[in-house]
């Protein structure tokens, strides 16, 4: 063995030589043997499949429970999604696959437009493209195939490994695996755990992480840039060093922990849900796996990358780490940022300024007199720091509560109107803006012809049997009899208004769909754009659509604060609020205090401040 220290002998008990049968679990796993474990643990069903919990989806991805919530698990689960998204897409564009376009056809006929079902054929764009996270990893999911000492066998989940070489190796040789993917520096803390199923004849059984390229024929902490913790001598070992006395044995049945705080660069171990102590120290910046080593035959064990509860607490660590974050960051005094004003004060003007930025003109004059009301009650009559408007300040602010009003009344072409009249160079130096404007129009037309579709006579006519039939028969006795034919050719004239209304806004969609196309046909960026938005024309009812989230008025928004934003930087200001600009740059410098595992590993300012 390295380092020159030779492993004390022990006798074997019958447990160690026992494999799967009625071996006795730790009581804190809650099960008598491994059959009971199994079906807890899930270790007999195929990874990314039933059998492993809620938190585990058919694709295989899933959330330990300590990192939920976290600005990691977000991001990958924003990667997870959008690469899903793009893998159902990639599946539905499939020439012979059966789409939910409608089959009926248009009776609208236009010039250049392809037939389809409303008179054109684009690529239907279902999802957004999938993000890319640089530097942000995937988690540990399973034993890697393709990274183990060929005396090892995975299980098919990837979760369990058996020793299958048969002969003793020598003192010095050991067989091991890496998980696919390291441990994430980003999450702050990483921890996993192994059961032990069966500890083999001798027992020699070490776990731990290790570099992405060593070898697989020792025990991880017998090589440079290994880790671990050994079960026949309850020593550690770091990076082929002598080995130090740490903590307990450990044997068949035991659950061995194995965590990292990149924040502190301390590794931990815990056995059957207790702490040993800190193991290594000075770890930060490190690139590791986990790591496990088998050294003797017949040995069995199973990992829990957090597919399931774990024994140990590892949620409560992590709680009191982000509150200790947290803590720290509440108590950092803000006067710095604004030296003439108390955080108070500051927060106030942040406030009032936010919504003179977004053309909130009534709303900020009636902040800033009750915030100057309440001061001077406070400070009998001392000079506050709000001012007034001045009256061309006024003006700016009416003029663009003016277009931000008709953008969100879907009124687009009130908008344009009054963009050309009173900032005439902005749609001219802010293409994409015009081009996003133009976009938007081209919705609310379609969004006017389904509300039209809302009421034509398939969507509006009702049933003339059960309740309905009864309550004509109420309405004829209140009100005496009625002119049937009166009511049938009422009915026959609002039904033809609606459905003729309905092809004539259709058309015109159409045309205006054209006109755009042919606006921007030298855009090779508006095609993506294109593709989107006229996809809406392929089904019968747009709402109902992959792309229903255009239709929703809440997508005026962003338009709406793109164009404001545009006219800012023409008139010499910040095209964003203070406010906004402060929690951007709050989330950059999350982003590298996360680095190397830092403390801004445990903070989610969306979710801690925000929300």
């Not at 003797?296 to 064990?301: F, K, Q, S």
């Not at 033809?496 to 755009?516: C, F, N, P």
């Not at 754009?529 to 659509?545: A, G, N, Q, T, V």
Request: hydrophobic residues 30%.
């Amino acid at each position: 063995m390295p380092g020159g220290s030779s492993r004390p002998s022990r006798q074997r008990s019958g447990s160690d030589t026992q494999m799967e049968e009625g071996i006795n679990v730790p009581g804190s796993w809650g099960q008598s043997d491994v059959s009971n474990y199994r079906s807890q643990y899930g270790t007999s069903q195929v990874f990314g499949q039933t059998g492993h919990g809620e938190n585990v989806k058919q694709s295989g991805f899933f959330i330990p429970s300590y990192l939920r919530n976290s600005r990691l698990m977000e991001r990958l689960q924003a990667a997870h999604d959008s690469k899903t998204a793009a893998q159902r897409e990639a599946a539905s564009t499939h020439p012979s696959g059966k789409g939910t376009l409608s089959s009926r056809s248009s009776n609208v006929s236009l010039p250049k437009l392809a037939p389809s079902h409303r008179g054109m054929t684009y690529e239907i764009i279902e999802h957004q493209p999938p993000e890319t996270h640089v530097g942000w990893s995937p988690l540990p999911t399973k034993w890697a195939e393709t990274d183990k000492n060929q005396c090892l066998a995975i299980g098919e989940d990837g979760l369990e490994v058996r020793f299958i070489g048969g002969q003793k190796l020598q003192e010095s040789e050991a067989a091991a695996t890496r998980a696919d993917h390291p441990m994430p520096v980003y999450g702050g803390m990483y921890y996993y755990e192994v059961m032990i199923i069966s500890n083999g004849k001798d027992g020699m059984i070490g776990i731990g992480f290790s570099g992405p390229k060593n070898s697989l024929e020792k025990l991880p902490g017998w090589e440079p840039e290994t880790w671990g913790y050994h079960g026949d001598d309850g020593n550690t070992f770091c990076c082929g060093q002598p080995p130090k006395k740490y903590g307990p044995k450990f044997t068949t049945g035991d659950v061995i922990g194995c965590g990292i705080n990149f924040m502190t660069g301390c590794a931990f171990f815990t056995k059957n849900g207790i702490h040993q102590g800190t193991a290594f120290r000075d770890l930060k910046g490190v690139n590791v796996h986990p790591c496990l080593g088998i050294g003797r035959p017949n040995a069995h064990v199973t990992v829990n990358f957090g597919q399931k509860p774990f024994v140990y607490d590892i949620d409560d660590v992590l709680r009191r780490e982000r509150a200790a974050v947290r803590e720290e960051v509440n108590s950092t005094p803000v006067a710095r940022l604004h030296p003439e004003s108390d955080e108070s004060s500051f927060l106030k003007e942040l406030v009032a300024q936010f919504l003179t930025h977004h053309g909130f003109i009534e709303t900020a004059k009636a902040f800033t007199t009750e915030v100057r009301s309440e001061s001077m009650a406070l400070q009998i009559g001392k000079e506050t720091s709000q001012t007034d408007f001045s009256t061309d300040e006024d003006l700016d602010l009416s003029n663009r509560q003016q277009i931000r009003a008709a953008i969100m009344d879907g009124d687009i072409d009130k908008a344009l109107k009054r963009t050309n009249a009173f900032y005439p160079q902005v749609l001219r130096d802010s293409s994409h803006v015009y081009f996003r404007l133009r976009c938007q129009k081209f919705v609310e037309m379609i969004r006017q012809t389904a509300e039209l579709l809302q009421k034509s006579p398939a969507k509006t006519s009702k049933s003339s049997n059960g309740q309905d039939a009864a309550n004509m028969d109420t309405e004829m006795d209140i009100d005496g009899p009625k002119n049937e034919s009166e009511d049938w050719d009422k009915m026959e004239t609002e039904e033809g208004d609606t459905s003729v209304k309905y092809h004539e806004m259709l058309e015109e969609s159409l045309r205006y769909a054209q006109v755009l196309k042919q606006e921007f046909k030298d855009d090779a960026s508006a095609e993506r754009d294109f593709k989107e938005i006229f996809s809406l024309f392929m089904y019968e009812d747009p709402r109902k659509s992959p792309q229903a989230h255009l239709l929703d008025r809440a997508s005026r928004l962003p338009v709406a604060e793109e164009l404001n934003s545009a006219i800012l930087v023409s008139l010499g200001k910040s095209s964003l609020a203070a406010i906004e600009l402060l929690y951007q740059q709050t989330e950059v410098l999350v982003d590298y205090l996360s680095e190397e595992g830092g403390a801004g590993a445990f903070i989610n300012v969306r979710n801690d401040f925000v929300r």
